[in-house]
């Protein structure tokens, strides 16, 4: 019986076939630009949290208490060592690098900007965040006067590759020490600390020049996949400041969660309208076809029938538009995934936030999942309006009225 | 959109930076004391007499280490007129302890900062920099005064200094990194620029807000990018569901067509009497919801939204509010009721169109 109610009512979804095309446009075009828009959010997000904790947080980063709040390179860690070798052996721990910063001036030879001198190991750098990727120029041979600037930072002081950066801040001992580099590198980590006021060098030399122990570090930053590893390296670490990525970067975790917002208002609109549609379509639908109703109401046919003829008919016509929508989203996503939307017209301004001059979209399984039940949700609510009409037929009345 | 995009940018302008500078043409390309304005009452008495002109003031920057006893940072000290400089930007209402308006080794600097170097009113700090003909500068200054405008970047690195005191120490009499100035109409801001220039000496150059603010701008841009296509997605929805109800709306209604061809009625005619119902039904739609919009818009610009602590969170981008407002623009709701018309419109040629297929005959039939 199921079977000739389901093919009675793929016929019917498909009869007035201009009305049917055109709910199948609308929801698949909706739906193809609303998932390109979602995929697109997405890997703005991922890509700004990808760099950030590559470049600098990791999941989780390590501090000295009050580091933070005066970044201050007497707040810093003595025992380094150590608690790198602690950190390694917990379960999870991919990779953890260490850092000793120095806030300072640079200067060029007709300009001068507030800055951070970083010093890091480039290797380890290279497992932690693989650092190499973020060099727009040059490479991080650094030899023995070397550095590697941030693009921003570069731009403001007009400097380029081959170009000396005098870097002069106050030592451990308190004296104003000056330290000459020559650029071997300009990093573009859409990181806007980073890009904007640091200047990397090998950690030794910073710490010489620091006139700090070579075992201190300012930040021990930290990789895992594991969340209860974050946990564990919060409580073992208690005596220091540990955050994880959120609570050093509220920022960035805000705009993540707008962003999500945004796509849920952008989907449940969408949807809304989609509902809308199908309302009309099937509720016009039904309305041509009352005498049709009543007829089979009058042969015997139960209502139960009739309403699962009805939500198949709303349910295929979704579906047609779910499939198309479907295609026409993921042709789009694939595209933006894999070529990106090139904003570099608008390379300052995506700079000045922190995002890449091409943004590249994600495609997630759960934008058509989701995507999928909102339809089958919006296709059955649809006809309850029109079925609440058919259920208070009276069969005799409608055949006389219509004959 | 508009609204949050012109509250970040006439923030950003009213603070401190102006609708527009003027500089010398290498100054922002090449920097440094060797592209600097050296003869500043030249321009001002060109700036005086230039209708549109609202204040307008000179500023010399320069970067070097401030010290104290346990702390250094570097610093931006720039040199002002802080009478001239309280009617063009924000910093005088941005004083949070001390006085403003100091003489001699006073200096006016950043909350940030002043806690970075952990300074204290009337406490001391050295700073070591360069004079403008290059010579080595140091001197001991005092803290008389704190400022917050909620920009980290500048809070946390800049400081002021009379201009008297800092032109004889810097040796920077009649001289500007740069002249900042304010306009009646900030929309006026390009025309005003282009009349300045034909007047100004060949080796000035005259930058607008959109220059001087061009990142900000240009991520505005994208942000309107973004808002637009959210925008043509909405637009994209509700063309077709107006379309598939006056497809339907039509559809039922092809045996009257029918009959109304059969006693003469031209498809022209009905197509115009289309046309008629849309509009009716387009204006009616518009009639309401026209001024509820506008309401909304104008409601929420007096009593925008607040997003407590947002300025907090995206200090290092420049927001320094936590109000987020609309913008009542009777553009910007004429061309978006323009648009809904237009839609309106458009969606009735496909039903025009279906209609017109049918014969009279055909149409009469038509069940």
């Given amino acids: ?403 | 959109m508009n609204g949050s995009h012109n509250s970040m940018l006439k923030n950003s302008l009213e603070v401190y930076t102006g609708a527009m500078a003027i500089y010398q043409k290498d100054y922002r390309d090449e920097g440094g004391y060797d592209y600097l304005i050296y003869d500043n009452a030249k321009i001002f008495t060109i700036l005086e007499k230039e209708n549109g002109v609202k204040e307008f003031t000179s500023r010399v920057e320069t970067y070097g280490i401030a010290s104290t006893d346990d702390e250094s940072s570097a610093m931006m000290l720039t040199g002002i007129d802080f009478k001239k400089e309280s009617k063009i930007s924000k910093l005088k209402t941005a004083l949070k302890s001390g006085i403003y308006d100091s003489s001699g080794a006073c200096l006016y600097m950043g909350e940030s900062l002043a806690k970075k170097l952990s300074l204290k009113l009337q406490d001391e700090v050295s700073f070591v920099g360069t004079a403008i003909d290059y010579s080595f500068v140091a001197d001991i200054f005092k803290l008389c005064g704190t400022f917050k405008t909620g920009m980290y970047e500048f809070d946390s690195s800049s400081a002021f200094l009379n201009r008297a005191y800092f032109d004889e120490l810097f040796y920077a009499q009649n001289t500007s990194s740069y002249i900042a100035v304010s306009v009646n109409e900030l929309k006026q801001s390009d025309l005003i620029a282009k009349n300045i220039s034909k007047k100004l000496p060949q080796d000035t150059k005259v930058y607008t807000w959109q220059e001087l603010m061009k990142a900000m701008v240009e991520l505005m841009k994208v942000d309107s990018i973004f808002g637009y296509i959210s925008m043509g997605l909405f637009f994209l929805v509700i063309f077709f569901v107006i379309m598939i109800y006056g497809f339907i709306n039509v559809s039922s209604r092809i045996k009257e067509f029918g009959t109304l061809k059969s006693i003469g009625i031209s498809d022209r005619d009905i197509d115009t009497l289309l046309f008629y119902e849309i509009i009716i039904l387009t204006l009616s739609a518009v009639i309401i919801a026209m001024p509820s919009s506008a309401y909304l818009a104008y409601y929420f610009e007096l009593h925008p939204f607040v997003i407590e602590g947002i300025s907090e969170i995206y200090k290092d981008y420049g927001i320094i509010s936590d109000e987020i407002p609309t913008s009542f623009d009777l553009f910007t709701i004429a061309w978006n009721t323009l648009v809904i018309v237009v839609l309106n419109i458009l969606s009735i040629i496909y039903p025009i169109y279906y209609v017109r297929r049918f014969t009279p005959i055909e149409a009469m039939r038509h069940v």
């Fill in chain 1, 1 to 403: 019986m199921y079977k000739t109610i389901i093919n009675i009512a793929l016929k019917n979804a498909y009869l007035r076939k201009s009305r049917a095309i055109l709910l199948i446009l609308m929801i698949s075009l909706s739906m193809g630009v609303m998932l390109s828009i979602e995929g697109l959010y997405d890997g703005l997000a991922a890509n700004m949290i990808d760099k950030s904790k590559r470049s600098d947080s990791g999941e989780i980063s390590i501090y000295a208490k009050e580091y933070r709040e005066n970044k201050d390179m007497k707040f810093n860690i003595k025992n380094t060592q150590d608690i790198i070798t602690e950190l390694k052996s917990i379960d999870g721990v991919s990779s953890v690098v260490s850092r000793f910063s120095i806030q300072g001036l640079s200067q060029s030879a007709t300009k001068s900007y507030p800055s951070s001198l970083v010093g890091v190991d480039f290797e380890d750098e290279e497992v932690f965040g693989k650092f190499s990727e973020f060099v727009e120029v040059g490479d991080l041979n650094l030899g023995k006067r070397g550095c590697a600037i941030g693009k921003e930072l570069a731009k403001n002081l007009k400097l380029h590759l081959g170009s000396k950066v005098i870097f002069t801040a106050r030592d451990a001992h308190g004296d104003i020490q000056s330290i000459m580099f020559r650029i071997k590198a300009i990093i573009n980590s859409t990181n806007i600390t980073i890009d904007n006021q640091t200047i990397f060098t090998n950690k030794s030399r910073v710490l010489s020049y620091a006139g700090v122990a070579q075992n201190t570090s300012t930040q021990i930053a930290i990789r895992t996949a594991s969340n209860s590893c974050i946990t564990i390296i919060k409580d073992k670490f208690q005596n220091y400041d540990a955050k994880d990525f959120k609570e050093l970067n509220p920022m960035l975790k805000q705009m993540q969660d707008m962003m999500k917002i945004f796509n849920k208002v952008t989907f449940f609109i969408v949807m809304f309208v989609v509902f809308i549609g199908i309302l009309g379509v099937m509720y016009v639908s039904i309305l041509d076809r009352v005498r049709e109703f009543g007829i089979m109401l009058a042969l015997g046919y139960k209502y139960t029938y009739i309403r699962t003829q009805v939500i198949f008919e709303a349910l295929f016509l979704g579906l047609g538009g779910f499939v198309f929508g479907s295609i026409l989203g993921f042709i789009l996503l694939y595209i933006l995934k894999h070529h990106g939307l090139d904003l570099s017209k608008f390379a300052d301004g995506m700079a000045s936030f922190g995002m890449a001059n091409i943004l590249y979209a994600n495609i997630k399984l759960i934008y058509f999942t989701s995507s999928f039940f909102a339809i089958i949700f919006a296709s059955i609510l649809s006809v309850f309006l029109p079925l609440k009409k058919i259920k208070n037929l009276n069969p005799t009345e409608v055949i006389k009225a219509d004959s």
